[in-house]
């Protein structure tokens, strides 16, 4: 049977769930370790997945983090020069100074302590000082996303999860259709609108929902976290394929 790729974010997600859920993940994931693929696609920095990795009984073969604006592959999180020019095209040299500019005009939002990537990070607690913001921004010609009711993002225009995630793909050599996404908050809403296979866990942010009602490819697990990728998991590696995992889906849910 052809490999399995596996592109699932981390919080809520790959690490969500109790602890036997999460060791149940990882357990099936060990077993099959040369028929699975397993890219982290986080919100979380290069440093925090390094950290990670040595915590964890199974490592990731690739990383994308940041939000999509940062990538690695292998053990040393090695750079992939496509992406790499790909990245550094899209955030020029004085890019964190217009963005801070902008928000300095908003104080609503405050930074986070933490960030990487080619990116911007903000928390913020009222949506609609938030969605002025993000509209000033867009003018400017950046992508905003805002997530779980905390999270502000300032993005390079096209470059999030899902679009660095098909790059990613591609600059390795990995098959798309053999590729299941797994997320639960509008961050991850970008890898469910690349038309690859997903699975919304049943914690999933209420946007996030609300936002993938009209995609038939995605599957909504009952299970949270972990339970929620080990579920669709091993429905889709067993069937093979798109139309396997989403024709036995609609099945379970029509004999239920």
């Given at each position: ?216 490819h995605v599957y909504r697990s009952a299970q949270p976290g972990a339970a929620g ?28």
């Open positions: 049977m052809p490999k399995t790729i596996l592109a699932t974010d981390l919080d809520g997600t790959f690490l969500g769930g109790n602890e036997a859920q999460r060791a149940a993940l990882y357990e099936w994931i060990a077993q099959r370790r040369s028929e699975i693929v397993l890219i982290f696609v986080s919100g979380r920095g290069l440093d925090f997945m390094r950290q990670l990795a040595r915590e964890l009984p199974v490592q990731p073969d690739h990383v994308i983090g940041d939000v999509g604006t940062s990538v690695g592959t292998g053990a040393d999180f090695a750079p992939i020069a496509a992406l790499e020019q790909w990245l550094d095209a899209s955030w020029p040299a004085d890019t964190a100074r217009q963005i801070d500019a902008i928000v300095q005009r908003h104080p609503t939002l405050q930074p986070q302590p933490l960030h990487g990537g080619r990116r911007r990070s903000y928390f913020y607690g009222h949506a609609e000082p938030a969605w002025a913001a993000a509209s000033e921004l867009r003018r400017l010609g950046f992508d905003t996303l805002m997530s779980d009711n905390q999270y502000f993002d300032v993005l390079p225009r096209g470059v999030q999860k899902g679009s660095t995630l098909l790059r990613t793909l591609a600059a390795l050599g990995l098959p798309a259709h053999r590729t299941l996404v797994a997320g639960d908050t509008l961050n991850d809403l970008s890898m469910f609108q690349t038309g690859l296979t997903g699975v919304a866990v049943s914690n999933s942010e209420a946007a996030l929902e609300q936002a993938i009602a009209p995609h038939t990728v080990l579920d669709a998991l091993q429905r889709f590696h067993q069937q093979g394929d798109f139309n396997g995992f989403i024709s036995g889906h609609r099945l379970s849910q029509t004999t239920v």
